[in-house]
C-alpha cells in the first residue's frame, strides 16, 4: 500500500504528521487521488522536456491535479513555516 508523505529536512514527526494530514486535506477536498496528481505532475515534466508541444499537453484532468499538488504542498509548507526557496516535497512510502 502507498502513503502520502511529507518530507521536511529538520521538521519532528509531529510537524511531518500535521503537514501530511492537511496536505491530504487539501487532496481529498478536490476528490483528487494524491498519486494521480504525482503522475500528472511526471506527465507535465515530460511535457516540459518536449518543449511544450501544442498537441501533446495536459488533459484537463491532468492540469487540475497537478494544481491540486502544487495546493497541497503550499499547505504543507504553511503548517511546517517553510522559508521562500526551500518548500517541503510530497512524496509517497509503502507499508
Given at each position: 500500500?502507498?502513503?502520502?508523505?511529507?518530507?521536511?529536512?529538520?521538521?519532528?514527526?509531529?510537524?511531518?504528521?500535521?503537514?501530511?494530514?492537511?496536505?491530504?486535506?487539501?487532496?481529498?477536498?478536490?476528490?483528487?487521488?494524491?498519486?494521480?496528481?504525482?503522475?500528472?505532475?511526471?506527465?507535465?515534466?515530460?511535457w516540459?522536456?518536449?518543449?511544450?508541444?501544442?498537441?501533446?499537453?495536459?488533459?484537463?484532468?491532468?492540469s487540475?491535479?497537478?494544481?491540486?499538488?502544487?495546493?497541497?504542498?503550499?499547505?504543507?509548507?504553511?503548517?511546517?513555516?517553510?522559508?521562500?526557496?526551500?518548500?517541503?516535497v510530497?512524496?509517497?512510502?509503502?507499508?
Amino acid at each position: 500500500m502507498i502513503e502520502l508523505e511529507v518530507i521536511y529536512e529538520g521538521a519532528s514527526p509531529a510537524q511531518l504528521e500535521e503537514a501530511q494530514r492537511a496536505a491530504a486535506a487539501v487532496f481529498a477536498k478536490a476528490d483528487v487521488d494524491p498519486y494521480d496528481a504525482y503522475a500528472g505532475l511526471a506527465l507535465l515534466e515530460d511535457w516540459d522536456d518536449r518543449g511544450f508541444p501544442e498537441n501533446n499537453g495536459l488533459s484537463e484532468r491532468e492540469s487540475r491535479a497537478v494544481d491540486v499538488f502544487s495546493e497541497a504542498q503550499v499547505v504543507a509548507c504553511e503548517v511546517l513555516s517553510c522559508p521562500d526557496g526551500r518548500p517541503a516535497v510530497l512524496g509517497f512510502r509503502e507499508f
